[in-house]
């Protein structure tokens, strides 16, 4: 075998060995560092910090530990976009601070910064107690904040309180609730709710802040934020005991531009698509409503001019409950990064109360077609304003309704007569009738010479109802969202004219109670079909028969203030039809 290779080998292995004695003399090893402790015992706001500070010494601020030491905080940036956007948890402080003002009681959750509850001090439930407007049973919520690569989730962001329960007596003006949260890459999120303790409304603002290496390099990734979402992911609670009435009544709103959207609860039912919708364009609020309150949030007119966003509806078919979301484009805030802010409105609707926002947001109360909505707003406004000098609404109703059958009284006049001449000529039609019973052309004419000669038109019974028509849909629309009726009494066992009339409750949990107005309303009613004259025969008469027995099972669990009116207008018809046909003798004219 060849030698060279043999001598090759030890003279490497001579100069390695060499290598390592001769680096070893030069630069001797150094004593190992000590690492900094990473655990819960070792962080600054323990009992050991709060010892260093109280001997002099200044205690380093607060610093949350990652869960997994692979991502805690680098400095040079080596962290995903994910891992970066992760919010930090945090240790202490209250998880729910509740806010007091004369108006409500609410419930600011921690984790997620969402509305927990809220309670309407004004307003009672049935039961009695202050009325809760927020259903129970809900886990986060839907704020986000939207990049232009991603979106940062802050459904169940853990945020730390600036203080406790907060209370504001009448005359303390605004005060602010902070909540600060921070992300693994150095993020700062502040939610900030500012109250009034004269308005039921909340503005809420939502800013994202961070300055520094790490968040250079984020968001260099994330791209800048484009968008702040504001979500409502609760729905609206029950609050009538007549659950199965007041179904029909929930609803989501979405004002955009003049245009306004409505999805009905009832169909989450059948298909959650049913109630979805996006639209984009210059938005105005969304929300959810009952009879007589609502869930919204509105854009604030401070940000000038038209918003340019994105307003969502949906829901939980599960939980059977609608959401509202509204993205309103990021503004650059004063230290900050990006912010948006919106005005939380929950509370009863009133046009008083709805109309300081300047969005239209009164549009959206439930008070019938657009044709119908102008009467509806007199109908409010003129029973307010009798309320000043009549302090019942119970006699407010009964006053309103003697006022407008007197405004109607020549109408009903015209029509009665007109129905009692068409009653008188009954026999010559049906004489006409035999005549030309195989030629409908001779019969029609016929028929038409005869109400010439007779002077009669038969429409004329028709027009003044149809005239009539708009203003009574006004009043039962304005009666039936009249939340200035909620708590209010009449007298004996009328006790609150928002809900039935309820003399006896069901036993047993029947789910029948003793109402007594809807009885009286269908006798009156009957009454007046008597006093009316009818041209239809035994049909005219068997559906005249009827139709109180109908109108009963109608009105049975409706508002008792509704039915009032509806009672007092069936009294005075029958009343009107009894003197009109006394006075009125054969042939149209009038007694003297």
């Not at 809420?204 to 934020?225: F, H, W």
């Not at 007197?406 to 010559?428: G, V």
Request: charged content about 20%; some cysteine.
């Amino acid at each position: 075998m060849d030698r060279r290779p043999i001598i090759g080998f030890v003279l490497i292995f001579v100069i390695i060995i060499g290598y390592y004695f001769v680096m070893g003399q030069i630069y001797p090893p150094q004593p190992p560092q000590q690492k900094p402790a990473t655990t819960e015992s070792a962080r600054p706001d323990d009992a050991t910090a709060s010892a260093a500070t109280g001997a002099g010494l200044e205690a380093a601020a607060p610093t949350p530990v990652a869960a997994d030491p692979a991502e805690a905080l680098d400095p040079a940036g080596f962290m995903t976009m994910e891992q970066a956007l992760a919010p930090l948890p945090v240790a202490g402080g209250p998880s729910v601070v509740t806010v007091t003002t004369p108006l409500y009681r609410a419930r600011i959750e921690t984790r997620g910064g969402v509305v927990g509850g809220w309670e309407l001090l004004e307003h009672k439930s049935w039961r009695g107690e202050p009325l809760q407007m927020v259903p129970q049973g809900f886990d986060g919520g839907a704020d986000k904040i939207v990049f232009r690569a991603t979106e940062m989730d802050l459904a169940t962001f853990p945020y730390t309180a600036d203080q406790g329960d907060l209370t504001l007596a009448p005359g303390d003006g605004k005060r602010t609730l902070t909540l600060r949260g921070s992300t693994r890459g150095g993020l700062e999120v502040r939610k900030i709710f500012t109250f009034d303790s004269a308005s039921h409304g909340v503005t809420v603002d939502l800013e994202l802040g961070g300055d520094g290496v790490a968040v250079a390099n984020l968001m260099a990734q994330t791209g800048n934020a484009d968008a702040v979402r504001f979500g409502w992911n609760r729905g609206i609670a029950q609050v009538s005991r007549h659950e199965k009435q007041e179904r029909a009544m929930l609803r989501a709103f979405a004002g955009i531009g003049e245009d306004l959207h409505l999805r009905k609860r009832e169909d989450l039912k059948k298909d959650v698509a049913k109630v979805e919708g996006q639209w984009r364009g210059s938005i105005r609020y969304a929300g959810l409503q009952d009879r007589y309150f609502m869930i919204a949030g509105i854009v604030p007119l401070e940000q000038g001019g038209p918003v340019e966003g994105t307003v969502r509806l949906g829901g939980n078919k599960d939980q059977l409950a609608q959401s509202w979301a509204l993205d309103l484009p990021a503004r650059r805030t004063t230290g900050g990064i990006a912010g948006a802010r919106l005005e939380l409105y929950v509370g009863p609707q009133q046009a008083d109360l709805l109309n300081v926002y300047g969005q239209g947001l009164e549009n959206a109360m439930d008070l019938g077609w657009k044709w119908v909505r102008p009467l509806s707003k007199l109908v409010l406004w003129g029973m307010d304003l009798l309320y000043k000098v009549i302090p019942n609404y119970g006699l407010v109703i009964i006053f309103f309704s003697i006022v407008t059958k007197l405004m109607f009284y020549p109408l009903t006049q015209t029509s009665t007569k007109s129905m009692k001449k068409m009653q008188e000529l009954q026999p010559k039609l049906k004489a006409l009738q035999e005549k030309y019973k195989n030629d409908k052309e001779k019969l029609s004419a016929a028929t038409m010479k005869l109400y010439q000669e007779e002077k009669v038109n038969p429409l004329s019974g028709c027009w003044p109802l149809l005239v009539q028509s708009p203003v009574f849909i006004a009043l039962y629309q304005a009666l039936s969202h009249m939340v200035s009726l909620r708590g209010q009494p009449f007298f004996g066992w009328m006790r609150d004219l928002s809900q039935p009339d309820t003399l006896l409750m069901a036993p047993f949990g029947l789910p029948v109670d003793l109402n007594v107005l809807p009885f009286l309303m269908g006798i009156a009613m009957y009454f007046q079909t008597k006093f009316t004259p009818t041209t239809g025969g035994g049909q005219m008469a068997m559906l005249n028969t009827l139709m109180p027995v109908m109108m009963v099972f109608i009105f049975y669990n409706m508002p008792s203030g509704l039915v009032l009116y509806w009672f007092v207008q069936n009294v005075l018809q029958a009343y009107q039809s009894w003197r009109i046909m006394k006075t009125t003798v054969p042939g149209g004219a009038v007694k003297a």
